[in-house]
Nanobody, 119 residues
Framework: QVQLVESGGGLVQAGGSLRLSCAAS????????MGWYRQAPGKQRGLVAT???????NYADSVKGRFTISRDIAKNTVYLQMNSLKPEDTAVYYC?????????????WGQGTQVTVSS
């Protein structure tokens, strides 16, 4: 089994910054893409940012220029640096990892971490 543990969420004022972390552990041979998704109340979960094992990144238009995704392959960890936060960034943020374990390949999700941006 594989576990993803997120940290770094919280309450911040508009214009502030937060850094999310997500560490994967368990039966891991390798991890391909990792990413962050978010879900606001009453809305569907959507992409925030992804990063491949080759460090190719992809961002939602709404966060480009404000958020930066990075990863430490040796630590099986992905980060999301969030700057210039807006109230509309308020959501539960979920970590995602595409993991190779033995002969299996599947996506795993973290439990989510709340980010609240006050105006």
């Amino acid at each position: 089994q594989v576990q993803l543990v997120e940290s770094g969420g919280g309450l911040v004022q508009a214009g502030g910054s937060l850094r999310l972390s997500c560490a994967a552990s368990g039966n891991i041979r390798s991890i391909n893409a990792m990413g962050w998704y978010r879900q606001a109340p009453g809305k569907q979960r959507g992409l925030v940012a992804t990063i491949t094992s080759g460090n190719y990144t992809n961002y939602a238009d709404s966060v480009k220029g404000r958020f930066t995704i990075s990863r430490d392959i040796a630590k099986n960890t992905v980060y999301l640096q969030m700057n210039s936060l807006k109230p509309e960034d308020t959501a539960v943020y979920y970590c995602n990892a595409n993991v190779v374990s033995g002969t299996n390949y599947r996506a795993y999700w973290g439990q989510g971490t709340q980010v609240t941006v006050s105006s």
